[in-house]
């Protein structure tokens, strides 16, 4: 089961580019990466999900590099409704399970 | 399009008591996924159904939880007894694809959650 690492907490003023960087050394060659995120009371909303390189879609950014043992989340010019908690997971073919770790809690400042 | 739905959204025991909670997923969905959540964590995966099948319950505690998916839509989850420390949000989300196979694409579609509180 490949874990992933990420940051307990970040900070970032409004307009500002956030990037959520998420480590998975034991990465396998199937695997994908997927991000969450989660608003207090809510559940958890799939933002986007990448296998290589770079992926684009109306909410964020998704980089990863050749070796893929870490990936990148891009969220461009934050607002404040993007305070919340991200979750970098990586999804097996046929996983026995699926891996959340404690996520990357974002704060966004006025 | 509705969401997944969940009910009820809170529930209040006393230890020892059963529990249950529902879960309707999005038409069409046939993987379907039940979580729980304790404060300032992640989900934990507790079951996972493709179709009407339990795929994985590696972690769920069988002495007292159970699942069930009759006709592979709806979906029950059980505890019996609680105990206090069963407290938390139980999360029950749903897939138009299944994690069998090649593919490992994978967008689940949450619902709010069963906040449970034992007392």
């Known amino acids: 089961l490949a874990k992933t690492t990420q940051p307990i907490s970040m900070d970032s003023y409004e307009g500002q580019e956030v990037n959520i960087t998420c480590s998975h050394n034991n990465i396998a060659t199937n695997d994908y990466i997927t991000w969450y995120q989660q608003f207090p009371s809510q559940g958890p909303r799939f933002i986007i999900q990448?296998?290589?390189t770079k992926v684009t879609n109306e909410v964020a950014s998704l980089f990863i590099p050749a070796d893929r043992k870490s990936s990148t989340l891009s969220l461009p010019r934050v607002s404040l409704s993007d305070t919340a908690v991200y979750y970098c997971?990586?999804?097996?073919?046929?996983?026995?399970?699926?891996?959340f770790g404690t996520g990357t809690r974002l704060t966004v400042i006025p | 399009e509705a969401g997944v739905v969940q009910s009820p959204r809170y529930k209040i025991i006393e230890k020892k008591q059963p529990v249950a909670f529902w879960c309707n997923p999005i038409s069409g969905h046939n993987t379907l996924y039940w979580y729980l959540q304790n404060l300032g964590q992640g989900p934990e995966l507790l079951i996972r159904y493709e179709n009407e099948e339990a795929v994985d319950d590696s972690q769920l505690p069988k002495d007292r939880f159970s699942a069930e998916r009759l006709k592979g839509v709806d979906s029950t989850l059980k505890i019996q007894p609680a105990e206090l420390g069963d407290s938390a949000v139980y999360l029950c989300?749903?897939?138009?694809?299944?994690?069998?196979?090649?593919?490992?694409?994978?967008?689940?579609?949450f619902g709010p959650g069963t906040r449970l509180t034992v007392l």
């Open positions: 997971l990586v999804v097996q073919t046929g996983a026995n399970n699926l891996f």
């Open positions: 990448g296998y290589k």
């Open positions: 989300a749903s897939s138009p694809r299944s994690l069998q196979g090649r593919s490992s694409y994978n967008e689940q579609f």
